[in-house]
């Protein structure tokens, strides 16, 4: 999971972790576990269809989002 590019995209469309637990359907804590990777969390399908369409993503964004390792 790439979490800086993810809060990219929050900022450019001006989401707050509130606003985007809120659009997604889960509680603030659960997305900020699962931006975070603790305690096992991830994404499910359905939350990253919800980002994508949120922010329009491409396919491409989506995979380096959400399927690619962070690069420190």
Same mark, same amino acid.
């Given at each position: !999971?790439?979490?800086? !590019?993810?809060? =990219?995209? !929050?900022? *450019? %469309? &001006?989401?707050?972790?509130?606003? *985007? /637990?809120? /659009?997604? &359907?889960?509680?603030?804590?659960?997305? =900020?576990?699962?931006?975070?990777?603790?305690?096992?969390?991830? %994404?499910?399908? &359905?939350?990253? /269809?919800?980002?994508?369409?949120?922010?329009? *993503? =491409?396919? &491409?964004?989506?995979?380096?989002? %959400?399927? /690619?390792?962070?690069? =420190?």
């Amino acid at each position: !999971m790439n979490k800086k !590019m993810l809060e =990219s995209k !929050m900022k *450019l %469309f &001006g989401d707050t972790n509130a606003s *985007l /637990a809120a /659009a997604i &359907g889960i509680s603030q804590q659960s997305l =900020s576990s699962k931006k975070n990777e603790t305690r096992g969390a991830e %994404f499910t399908q &359905g939350e990253i /269809a919800a980002i994508k369409q949120r922010y329009t *993503l =491409s396919a &491409g964004e989506v995979d380096d989002i %959400f399927f /690619a390792k962070e690069v =420190s």
